[in-house]
């Protein structure tokens, strides 16, 4: 069963391009997180998804990001007109969704590490 | 809002126990987490906790919570130089979603 799969890696994006990282959650998961780590930092929370619906962005800048997680494929973070402060790592997180204890574990990927020029 | 705080650093000997400290603010957080991170990894959840427990032990890791003055540790019995990285504690209220980090402990461990 693999595990939470991002891509890419790593991502290298001028000034003014758009930036879009791809979450596929493990099997049977239909929650999806995503978090943002800067130099340093703790990660910070940033939207939660279902299947077709937006849960919680109460940690999504207001301004140029976006998220979807759609029926089928993968979730998608979308930066538009990338700036310098937008570079951290972007970690994407799944749960199986199911109430009780199996909802208290998320299962992170390994990361995308985007650096804006 | 609520806010996590860990020390930045910590380095110990090879088979000693290593104590990470993390302490919270949010009083109704009810699930807190260890997560460790390796360089240019994701983070790999180790242990969690329910606010209505003490104590919980899995083979070398050893957690402690003090509710009353919202303070978690992580012992690492034995350490290892494997174990070096950094170790995030999170809380959250509602479980999965939503997790509140700290800024993370970078474990260093002197073979």
């Known amino acids: 069963n693999a595990g939470v799969m991002q891509n890419p890696r790593h991502l290298v994006r001028r000034r003014g391009q758009e930036a879009r990282l791809r979450c596929s959650p493990m099997k049977g998961h239909s929650h999806v997180y995503w978090y943002r780590q800067l130099p340093e930092e703790g990660l910070k929370f940033m939207v939660y998804l279902q299947k077709e619906n937006i849960i919680d962005e109460s940690g999504m800048p207001k301004e140029r990001f976006s998220a979807e997680f759609p029926k089928e494929g993968p979730s998608i973070l979308r930066i538009q007109q990338v700036v310098r402060g937008d570079s951290a790592a972007y970690f994407c997180?799944?749960?199986?969704?199911?109430?009780?204890?199996?909802?208290?574990?998320?299962?992170f990927g390994q990361g995308t590490r985007l650096t804006v020029v | 809002g609520e806010d996590v705080e860990q020390s930045l650093f910590l380095s110990v000997r090879e088979g000693d126990s290593s104590v990470i400290n993390c302490t919270y603010t949010d009083s109704s957080s009810t699930y807190l987490y260890w997560y460790k991170q390796e360089p240019g990894a994701g983070l790999q959840l180790l242990t969690y906790?329910?606010?209505?427990?003490d104590m919980k032990q899995d083979q070398r890791l050893t957690v402690l919570l003090n509710k009353k003055d919202k303070h978690l540790s992580l012992r690492i019995a034995d350490t290892q130089t494997g174990d070096s990285a950094i170790y995030f504690c999170a809380e959250s209220e509602t479980g999965a979603n939503n997790l509140f980090f700290g800024t993370g402990t970078r474990l260093t461990v002197i073979p």
């Open positions: 997180a799944s749960s199986p969704g199911q109430q009780g204890r199996m909802n208290t574990e998320a299962f």
């Open positions: 906790i329910f606010s209505n427990m």
